[in-house]
Structures are given as structure tokens and as C-alpha cells.
Nanobody, 124 residues
């Protein structure tokens, strides 16, 4: 069982940066691949990026590639999403998720555990 709590969301101007954190409970955090998803108003939840248990593999949605970076600190049971060059279309609730698999997936169904989400708003 893994419990996830996101933090770091807020309001930022276009072109700015934010770093989201996701703190996980449990002793086996290092065995989980971690993903970030987002859901904008009126839209379906979509994949943002993911990282393998040992950070050897990362993948990103095309819409954020080159702007967002995922990292993790297994000693702190925390995964991060560094978001740079933010755009108004990045406005959404951002969720972190955990999957007991070695290779991070891009589908919501790959992930068994979810956080409650944190709001990111980018003003133009």
C-alpha cells in the first residue's frame, strides 16, 4: 500500500517555473515506478511523464518534452516534477501515481495508487 501527497502547486505567470513534489508513504517506495498526470477543466486526465524505480528510464508527453523534468529521491520517498517555461495550457490539477512495475507506463491503468492532486494555474 502506498499513500501519495502532492504539493507545490500554485499560480504562476506564463514563462515561469514551478516544482511539484509527491511524498510517498511506505517502505517500498524505491520499488515503484512513478508517474505524473494532469487534468484540465472539461478534459480527460492525461499523461505528463514517468520515471522508473531507479530513475534510469524517464518518458514524457510530447507537450511537455524539453520543459518538464521528473526526478526522484528514494531516500526521501519523494518524486519531483520540475516545470519550466510554463504555458497557460499547462493549467490543470496535477496528480502523481505509483505503479509496481519496473518500466514506467503511460496509461492511467498502469498505476494502482494516486494522490489527491495539486492545482497549477498559469496566467497569460
Amino acid at each position: 500500500q502506498v499513500q501519495l501527497v502532492e504539493s507545490g502547486g500554485g499560480l504562476v505567470q506564463a514563462g515561469g517555473s514551478l516544482r511539484l513534489s509527491c511524498a510517498a508513504s511506505g517502505r517500498t517506495f524505491s520499488r515503484y515506478s512513478m508517474g505524473w498526470f494532469r487534468q484540465a477543466p472539461g478534459k480527460e486526465r492525461e499523461f505528463v511523464g514517468a520515471i522508473s524505480w531507479n530513475a534510469a528510464i524517464t518518458n514524457y508527453a510530447d507537450s511537455v518534452k524539453g520543459r518538464f523534468t521528473i526526478s526522484r529521491d528514494n531516500a526521501k520517498n519523494t518524486v519531483y516534477l520540475q516545470m519550466n517555461s510554463l504555458k497557460p495550457e499547462d493549467t490543470a490539477v496535477y496528480y502523481c501515481a505509483a505503479a509496481s512495475r519496473l518500466v514506467p507506463g503511460t496509461s492511467q491503468s498502469d498505476y494502482a495508487y494516486w494522490g489527491q492532486g495539486t492545482q497549477v494555474t498559469v496566467s497569460s
